[in-house]
Nanobody, 122 residues
Framework: QVQLVESGGGLVQAGGSLRLACAASGGIFSSHTMAWFRQAPGKEREFVAFISINGRTDYADPVKGRFTCSRDNAKNTMYLQMNSLKPEDTALYYC????????????????WGQGTQVTVSS
């Protein structure tokens, strides 16, 4: 059974940093594209970053230069290092996985975690 579990969220002041983690079980990690999405209150869920099985990454424009996505296949874990956080980064952050090529489209992702809350105070 595939399971994705996010951790690392919390409350941080603007300008601060957090590192999110997504632990995957079920034997899928090394063969799946992994991604982060987020959903702010009253808004649609949106793409944040993906990392391919070969380590290629891409980011949404609002987080480019501030967020870094990485993966450790030995630990079956994906990370999102978030620096220079802004109040507009406040959201529930989800990790997701799919066995096809990298994509920004959330509809392409087959597996989802429950989310971890990130709150950035001004």
């Amino acid at each position: 059974q595939v399971q994705l579990v996010e951790s690392g969220g919390g409350l941080v002041q603007a300008g601060g940093s957090l590192r999110l983690a997504c632990a995957a079980s079920g034997g899928i990690f090394s063969s799946h594209t992994m991604a982060w999405f987020r959903q702010a209150p009253g808004k649609e869920r949106e793409f944040v970053a993906f990392i391919s099985i070969n380590g290629r990454t891409d980011y949404a424009d609002p987080v480019k230069g501030r967020f870094t996505c990485s993966r450790d296949n030995a630990k079956n874990t994906m990370y999102l290092q978030m620096n220079s956080l802004k109040p507009e980064d406040t959201a529930l952050y989800y990790c997701a996985a799919q066995p096809w090529g990298p994509t920004w489209n959330q509809n392409d992702y087959k597996y989802w975690g429950q989310g971890t809350q990130v709150t950035v105070s001004s």
